[in-house]
């Protein structure tokens, strides 16, 4: 706004035009506005500022050097301080703390909101709250760690800034994002070898006997996918819940030429019910995790064995046997998590599978065992994953 007075209608002292003209009234609520303007800047300049001038008033009622009020400036403000202060009133480990909480803050905003900084106006309690979801899923940070970034970045916004609402919002939404769970679907296709000594010696036994009529091996269990489902939880670091996998191989031995046919199949399944417990390893990449997990289950199997021979066009025999046995389990493994996208994660695996076995059992008879023969599945596994994030809002109490 542009004015002219004439100097003898101007109030020196007051530093107000005379009068109570429109022209007079105009001017003098605009010079008001103006002078509350410039006191309000002050205020928010002594708030986080050690000394003010009267070119930094100047510069922010211009709207000048706005890039001052951002937020990762202010961060970058204080931790300079600290380090001037380490040996003296701060140790290394925390400088290096509030600076790993500037650069997690850093990495939220290029990756989630396509910037390299936000002006301070422009933090809302979704900002924070989004930050917050940040750390717990894709830093995959536990809860102290969490909560530790959130007091740094309390400590920015609270102290060094005049943003009233975070002392208020900030530790209701702590509490909500710690108390949030996610669940999740996860299918793993995996690849295993499978001991089963047992069953192996009994295939071995019909492949020796018929070997003197020409009957070769022509598969004997060998190694074979395995599928598995989970339902489960992540939390922070942890990844818990419930699986099933179903395992199935098998062996043939076979002959046949003009005279006739023989041939042993055996069919080897299971089905495997149990619990999991993950472990995600603190990582700084934003995107990756190695982890551990421990499986106990009961594993289930089931034995089919068919046994036909034919001479001619005639059939002789054909003998069909089924057996089940149960047995516990466990295996251990080792991977890691690659995050591709919010609510969808990779993983890959590896472990062993020990399993104690159970003697096999006739279906068609109660008590009737196949000796002490066991069907036991040890073995190496390996195993591919895509494991899908279904967030579970908290109501925060």
């Not at 009068?19 to 003098?28: D, F, I, Q, W, Y």
């Not at 040996?87 to 650069?103: C, E, F, H, L, V």
């Not at 007091?151 to 005049?162: D, E, G, P, S, Y």
């Not at 996998?245 to 399944?269: C, P, Q």
Request: aromatic fraction near 12%; charged fraction near 25%; glycine fraction near 8%.
């Amino acid at each position: 706004m542009k004015a002219e007075a004439k100097p003898e209608d101007w109030d020196t002292k007051a530093g107000r035009l005379r009068g109570r003209t429109k022209e007079a009234s105009e001017l003098n609520s605009y010079i008001d506005n103006v002078r509350s303007k410039i006191r309000r800047h002050y205020r928010e300049l002594c708030d986080r500022e050690s000394v003010v001038t009267a070119a930094m008033v100047r510069d922010a009622f211009l709207g000048l050097n706005t890039s001052k009020d951002t937020l990762l400036c202010l961060f970058d403000r204080h931790n300079d301080n600290l380090k001037t202060l380490i040996g003296k009133q701060m140790a290394n480990a925390t400088y290096y703390g509030y600076t790993n909480s500037r650069n997690r803050l850093y990495l939220f905003l290029k990756e989630k909101q396509n910037r390299e900084d936000i002006p301070l106006n422009d933090i809302t309690p979704q900002f924070v709250a989004d930050f917050e979801r940040f750390l717990f899923v894709d830093c995959g940070y536990c809860r102290n760690s969490a909560m530790n970034r959130m007091k740094h970045f309390k400590r920015i916004v609270a102290i060094l800034t005049f943003v009233p609402f975070v002392k208020m919002v900030l530790p209701s939404m702590v509490r909500s994002v710690l108390n949030a769970q996610e669940m999740v679907l996860q299918y793993e296709l995996g690849y295993g070898s499978f001991q089963l000594e047992d069953i192996k010696e009994i295939h071995n036994t019909v492949s020796r006997t018929m070997s003197k009529y020409g009957a070769k091996t022509t598969e004997k269990f060998p190694s074979h996918f395995t599928q598995s489902v989970a339902i489960g939880y992540i939390t922070g670091l942890h990844y818990f819940g419930v699986n099933g996998t179903f395992l199935t191989t098998g062996s043939r031995v076979h002959v046949a030429d003009y005279s006739g046919e023989y041939k042993a199949d055996m069919l080897l399944n299971g089905a495997r019910f149990g619990l999991f417990y993950r472990y995600y390893f603190p990582s700084e990449k934003q995107n990756f995790n190695m982890y551990i997990q421990f499986a106990p289950s009961i594993l289930s199997s089931r034995l089919k064995m068919n046994e036909k021979l034919v001479i001619g066009a005639q059939k002789i025999s054909d003998d069909k046997l089924s057996f089940k046995s149960s047995g516990a389990y466990f295996e251990p493994s080792i991977g890691a998590r690659f995050k591709t996208l919010d609510w969808l994660h990779l993983s890959l695996g590896a472990g062993y599978e020990i399993d104690t076995g159970g003697k096999m059992k006739l279906l068609s008879s109660r008590n009737t065992y196949y000796g002490d023969d066991k069907i036991i599945w040890n073995g190496f596994r390996l195993n591919a994953g895509l494991i899908l994030i279904i967030p579970k809002e908290s109501d925060g109490k």
